[in-house]
């Protein structure tokens, strides 16, 4: 599994689907065309300034609200390569790992890392590296049957690569 390395977009406690895509976008499914519109009733400049490779970080409950597979599938096509929080909606937790977005959960990163901080994360050992301050934080590491399905981009392709 690659790791992660990138600017950080921080937003607070319970961001939740609607703010990630609106509603008003769910008639398309392509990907890019969602990425377009992600973050974008929270953060209206997000799609624009976002580069491949960066990072989100957050506090309590990202994800939460409806079940829609459409936000992960938008963070992850606007390029963004992980995001972190002090915890994720249970839904959005499953509906990323099924796409293959990594997330992970460290409420100290989360609330340390600021805003346009460079951060690494070595998704093998869960360190979380703040290039910018020079702090290091545990988060969880990913199982191995985890790191499969999200080097094989989600659950689908996983399945289909057997």
Known sequence: MENAHGHVFKYGDNVDTDVIIPARYLADSDP??????CMEDLDEHFAGRVKEGDIITAGKNFGCGSSREH???????????????HSFARI???????????????????ESINDGDEVGIDFGTGVITDFT???SFRGQSFPDFMQRLIDAGGLVSFVNSK
């Open 32 to 37: 890019a065309a969602l990425s377009k519109h």
């Open 71 to 85: 936000a992960p599938i938008a963070i992850k096509a606007s390029g963004v390569s992980a995001v972190i929080a």
């Open 92 to 110: 959005f937790y499953r509906n990323a790992i099924n796409i293959g977005l990594p997330i992970i959960e460290c409420p100290e990163a989360a």
């Open 133 to 135: 301050t020079g702090k």
